[in-house]
């Protein structure tokens, strides 16, 4: 079978299924959360929302993004292990085709939830009118690292979700990542690297500074870390390869 | 006779579309119903009602001679046993531990499992996790579950389903025994054959109206035997009887006498071999009861 | 009778991994917690108070809701999978027991959780070096985040009923948790269920925000007016709606 025709299959057993709901529950809920966050107290605020919007969302993202995806694999692969449609499949196309398809299924959603925070960020600042420049860089280097770090947390998710009969452990592991990137925040910076979900938050690129007499925050922005972000793509291609022959090795 | 379940005008609507549509159901005690229909008649739908499962529409259900409601849900669940649909089980338990469970609930001894296993012939499996029953195993579990504790009504809805020849062989034979004991079985099935062997009595259901139902006795008088004739010359010989003021009737490529007597039989043969037709056969054949169900509906349904 | 659906429900989940997740999870927070402490020693100068918050800020704003969620999930897949809502509905059990059962089972894993992040905390504040025991006041608090937790249970055993798929729910728990945190800063937590565990917990400061009667009151009012609704939703559920596998 074609990659294509087994995509549109992939994609026929998806309707009625409201899948989109899922993006679009993350984005509604990231917008509030920046209109609650975001609103300017005094005029400094004002000159520098759209930074601190960009020091915001990693931190945002790393506590919700690890239990997004565990939510949106389930949903994408559970109905196999319900209908117990392994045995069906196997012998209608490759295995390796049914994992890429969902995979790339799943992947779709990601790339909607990622894009999604540059309307949200540039709404709020409509709303509130921030007074500095939306910065195209800085928007692609949010959507980018957001995307790429959540192409490796899928595949995690994927061969843990297709090898769980009970749904347990790939709920309990994006529980846990959500977890430890929250946490991973107030780590020593090397320590923090060996959690993978906290990468949201790695790949910041605003800094904050509080003065704590004039209570005044100040943010300003880092070097975005191009080489990092490569490597941890190519890390992503890895574990890819590495869980899909994980899951596929599973008997029927 | 006492009947065990009697429904009055049951109905049941999904979108305004009725499912199940003023349905008089009489079930008398002590009796193997065949409650029989093709696929989508509406005849789970009809057990989930007896169980409570789904809430009728319309009409009243009695159980036991009690009304089915909220207050003698319980009472009658006690005493009764089922398998709707497909069988229900948790596939991470073995088959013991799933009986188990059931016991508990039912608040049955636990040793009621060996019988019930024993029944259903499937001792050596129980120690198994179900997930890697075969769907005949599974379906015998499901019997196993619905007997536990010996109810007094047993609602099985196709009992045979997925199972080898020997198996829905040993599982018909286990039916028809039941009422010896005292239990009183409702089994559903879309194969009349099935329902001929082992019921005493039927209801027919097609598109959830009730078509037919009395004893299998009184059905099979309706499949009352017709005398085939095939002669030298099945025309010339139709024309003559026919002539003669015989009820023959013409059917693809000969001809038959609806229910007559010896007399006739004769009669007929004679006529035929006095005109130089020679008779090679005269045959007896019961009409099958797929006739009887387009004679019932007078439409042609595929079973 | 709820005694015998109370042992059916504990064989379905013979052989299930779910206990793991409620040892290992509540570690991350006690770990991290202690750690947080220790690093910012000349800030946090409460001592036992001071480590409560660390440990428990995150484990009852976020975490207990998705966690107890899972287990909520889990219990109903088993039903909601290979037709047991069939046999789950036809058993000669009443409707409040089959559903008090796994309630029950909830608040039986809710309140050894609880337990085990006290333990924890104890644990964390010895190898801090905090002297004595902590005091009785963060017993009531821990009770009382347990009643909370209760409350919560309810609701997700609710949902997950509801919604036939494993996962949504316990998405629906994290987002309701971490939407809980803007309502206790609005002051608006009492009205908002996943907001009570973190109240119950007194986990986001030092003195107990629960101090007057009038806020102990209405804690406690919400506590049990949400149960009785999440409740009381679900058995009207079960009782009028048609089973359909």
Redesign the interface.
């Known amino acids: 079978m074609k990659m294509l025709t087994a995509l549109k299959a992939e994609q026929m057993k998806h309707r009625r299924r409201m899948l989109l709901l899922?993006p679009a529950?993350l984005i509604l809920?990231e917008f509030?959360?920046a209109l609650?966050s975001l609103e300017p107290r005094k005029a400094s605020d004002l000159a520098q929302g759209y930074l601190s919007s960009f020091y915001l969302f990693p931190i945002l993202n790393s506590?919700?993004y690890p239990?997004?995806l565990?939510?949106l694999v389930?949903?994408v692969c559970?109905m196999e292990i319900?209908g117990d449609t392994f045995k069906l499949l196997y012998t209608l196309q490759d295995k390796k085709q049914f994992y890429n398809c969902k995979y790339l299924m799943a992947l779709k959603y990601v790339a909607l939830s990622a894009l999604g925070s540059w309307p949200i960020i540039w709404v709020t600042g409509r709303i509130y009118g921030f007074t500095d420049m939306l910065e195209p860089h800085m928007v692609l280097q949010l959507c980018l690292s957001t995307f790429i770090v959540s192409t490796l947390l899928l595949s995690i998710q994927q061969v843990l979700s297709l090898l769980s009969?009970?749904?347990?452990?790939p709920?309990?592991a994006g529980?846990?990542g959500?977890?430890?990137s929250?946490?991973s925040m107030?780590f020593p910076p090397a320590a923090a690297r060996l959690i993978l979900w906290g990468y949201y938050g790695i790949f910041g690129f605003v800094w904050m500074d509080w003065d704590r007499s004039t209570r005044i925050s100040t943010y300003y922005e880092q070097n975005f870390d191009w080489i990092g972000l490569l490597l941890f793509a190519v890390v992503s291609l890895i574990v890819y390869f590495v869980c899909r022959s994980i899951a596929l090795r599973k008997e029927v | 006779m006492n009947n065990i379940i009697t429904t009055n005008a049951l109905t049941k609507e999904y979108d305004h579309k009725k499912v199940v549509n003023t349905l008089d159901l009489h079930v008398p005690e002590g009796s193997v119903y065949g409650f029989l229909g093709p696929n989508g008649a509406g005849k789970s739908t009809t057990l989930k009602m007896l169980l409570g499962l789904v809430k009728p529409t319309g009409g009243e259900i009695r159980v036991f001679g009690k009304k089915l409601s909220q207050e003698n849900r319980l009472e009658i669940l006690k005493q009764t046993g089922s398998l709707i649909e497909a069988p229900s089980y948790y596939?991470?338990l073995s088959g013991k531990e799933n009986l188990r469970i059931i016991c508990k609930l039912k608040n049955v001894p636990e040793k009621d499992i060996m019988r019930v296993l024993h029944l259903v012939r499937m001792e050596k499996q129980m120690d198994k996790k179900v997930?890697n029953y075969s769907l005949g195993m599974k379906q015998r579990l499901g019997i196993a579950a619905a007997l536990l504790g010996s109810p007094r009504l047993l609602l099985l809805d196709e009992p045979t389903n997925g199972l080898d020849p020997a198996g829905i062989q040993e599982i018909r034979e286990l039916i028809r025994d039941l009422p010896e004991h005292g239990i009183t079985v409702l089994v559903s099935s879309h194969l009349l054959a099935e329902i001929d062997q082992m019921a005493t009595d039927v209801g027919i259901i097609d598109k959830g109206h009730l078509i037919f139902q009395d004893s299998l006795v009184i059905l099979h008088e309706h499949s009352r035997s017709r005398i085939l004739f095939q002669t030298s010359d099945n025309e010339a010989a139709f024309r003559l009887l026919n002539t003669a003021g015989m009820s023959v009737k013409w059917e693809t490529d000969s001809f038959y006498l609806d229910h007559v007597s010896d007399d006739i039989v004769m009669d007929a043969v004679g006529q035929c071999v006095n005109a130089g037709i020679g008779v090679f056969r005269v045959t007896e054949q019961q009409k099958s009861l797929e006739d009887i169900f387009l004679s019932l509906t007078g439409k042609q349904v595929s079973l | 009778m709820l005694y015998r659906c109370i042992q059916a429900e504990n064989l379905k989940l013979k052989h299930?991994?779910?206990y793991?997740?409620f040892l290992?999870?509540p570690i991350?927070?006690a770990i991290?917690g202690t750690?947080?402490y220790m690093?910012n020693l000349e800030l946090l100068k409460s001592g036992w108070y001071s480590l409560w918050t660390q440990i428990t800020l995150?484990y009852a704003s976020?975490?207990y809701a998705?966690?107890i969620g899972?287990y909520c999930?889990?219990t109903w897949?088993l039903e909601h999978?290979h037709n047991n809502w069939n046999t789950f509905m036809s058993m000669p059990v009443s409707i409040v027991s089959s559903y008090l059962a796994k309630l029950v089972c909830i608040m039986k894993v809710t309140v050894l959780t609880q337990l085990w992040i006290s333990i924890l905390f104890f644990i964390g504040g010895k190898m801090c070096g905090l002297p004595g025991i902590f005091s009785p006041e963060i017993i009531l608090w821990l009770l009382r985040g347990t009643l909370a937790a209760v409350t919560i249970a309810s609701l997700q055993l609710l949902l997950s009923m509801l919604i036939r798929?494993?996962?949504?729910p316990?998405?629906i728990a994290?987002?309701g948790s971490?939407?809980g945190m803007?309502m206790t800063n609005a002051d608006l937590g009492n009205f908002w269920p996943y907001s009570l565990m973190m109240l119950g917990m007194n986990s986001n400061q030092n003195e107990d925000v629960l101090s007057s009667f009038a806020g102990t009151a209405s804690f406690f009012a919400s506590v049990i007016l949400f149960f009785l609704l999440f409740f009381g939703c679900a058995v009207w559920w079960l009782r009028t709606k048609d089973v359909r596998s």
């Open positions: 899922l529950a809920f509030l959360w609650w506590l919700i239990i997004f565990a939510v389930n949903r559970d319900k009969s009970n749904q347990i452990l709920l309990v529980l846990a959500s977890f430890l929250l946490f107030f | 596939g991470h997930k | 299930s991994v779910i793991l997740a290992v999870i991350i927070p991290m750690f947080n690093q995150f976020f975490f998705p966690l899972i999930s889990y897949r999978t798929n494993f996962a949504i316990i998405g994290l987002f971490i939407a803007f």
